[in-house]
């Protein structure tokens, strides 16, 4: 599976933009790029996907590079319910199950 | 629209028992699948089902078995239960098995095998 890099924490203020970077150096060019996140004692949560172009929903934007070997996820104003484990999970062609593989992700530690 | 649910939220069971965790959606999902949460650690793929009446296996299989009698509902069994079963475990579903597609997951059941 192609595998993404993620640093392990990241803090930031209340309202403050908060950006998450992700490496996938070894993306092919049918992969698609998911980002969810994990509230505490919650399931995961889809936040937003993309193939090539950057992307804007209403919980963030996905910036994605143009060699696609890395994309940022950005919180645009952070809110103490933003707080959680925030997951690069690369979409492939292929994979058993249509699965999401899960690495460490980033824990977002937002402060008042 | 309930999404997905999962029943029970806690269970306790001792080595050796067996037990069944309980998923249905109500989104008229085709593909649904169960992971697995260790402590600090991502979800781990268990099993997936892309329409009733087929099911096949992910990344850690064993010691668990599924099936998928309806669109709804998809349970899984543990048949003889382990401590190395002591996990988190969600549910997932979604539309399509196409890459683009989101999952939505339940609250996930919280397993201690003693």
């Known amino acids: 599976d192609a595998k993404t890099t993620q640093p392990n924490s990241m803090e930031s203020n209340e309202e403050e933009p908060v950006h998450l970077p992700c490496n996938h150096s070894?993306?092919?060019?049918?992969?698609?790029i998911h980002w969810y996140r994990q509230l505490p004692s919650q399931g995961p949560e889809y936040v937003i996907h993309?193939?090539?172009s950057n992307v804007n929903n209403r919980m963030a934007s996905l910036a994605i590079a143009e060699d696609r070997k890395s994309s940022t996820l950005i919180l645009h104003r952070a809110t103490l319910r933003d707080a959680a484990v925030y997951y690069c999970?690369?979409?492939?062609?292929?994979?058993?199950?249509?699965?999401?593989?899960f690495g460490g992700g980033t824990r977002v530690l937002v402060k008042p | 629209n309930a999404g997905v649910t999962q029943t029970p939220k806690f269970q306790v069971l001792k080595t050796g028992q067996s037990m069944t965790l309980q998923c249905a959606q109500d989104?008229?999902?085709?593909?649904m699948s169960w992971y697995r949460q260790d402590p600090g650690m991502g979800l781990r793929l268990i099993h997936y089902?892309?329409?009733?009446?087929?099911?096949d296996q992910g990344e850690v299989p064993n010691g668990y078995n599924v099936s998928r009698s309806t669109t709804e509902d998809f349970p899984l069994r543990l048949l003889s239960a382990a401590p190395s079963q002591t996990s988190v475990y969600f549910c997932?579903?979604?539309?399509?098995?196409?890459?683009?597609?989101?999952?939505?997951f339940g609250p996930g059941t919280r397993l201690t095998v003693l």
């Open positions: 997932a579903s979604s539309y399509t098995t196409g890459l683009y597609n989101e999952q939505f």
């Open positions: 070894t993306i092919s060019g049918t992969d698609y």
């Open positions: 993309g193939l090539t």
């Open positions: 999970i690369l979409r492939i062609v292929g994979a058993a199950g249509n699965k999401l593989t």
């Open positions: 989104m008229n999902h085709e593909y």
């Open positions: 089902s892309v329409g009733a009446g087929i099911t």
